[in-house]
């Protein structure tokens, strides 16, 4: 099992910036990758961003040359960087990681204002 802990959402206004991170426990051994995802009401959750442990990573077109995704193999935690902020990034952002099952965080609200 492995336990994933959010942190970082809040309210910003457009243009501006946060900072999520996504600290993780447990069978850490296991795990593949590392990524975020959001999701709005009446909407699908949607990929954001991932990191493989081998350092791929991927984008949602969305979000590409204002989010970075970056993670602290020595403190099993990841980040996002998101910059740049627009109303229609406002959801609630969800910490993943996956091995040969798939983890989930709570979730932490990002809302950013007009």
């Known amino acids: 099992q492995v336990q994933l802990v959010e942190s970082g959402g809040g309210l910003v206004q457009a243009g501006g910036s946060l900072r999520l991170s996504c600290a993780a426990s447990?069978?850490?051994?296991?795990?593949?990758?590392m990524g975020w995802f959001r999701q709005v009401p009446g909407k699908q959750r949607e990929l954001v961003a991932s990191k493989s442990n081998s350092g791929f990573t991927n984008y949602a077109d969305s979000v590409k040359g204002r989010f970075t995704i970056s993670r602290d193999n020595a403190k099993n935690t990841v980040f996002l960087q998101m910059n740049s902020l627009k109303p229609e990034d406002t959801a609630v952002y969800y910490c993943?990681?996956?091995?040969?099952?798939?983890?989930w965080g709570q979730g932490t609200q990002v809302t950013v204002s007009s």
């Open positions: 447990g069978s850490i051994s296991s795990i593949n990758g």
């Open positions: 993943y990681a996956w091995s040969i099952h798939n983890y």
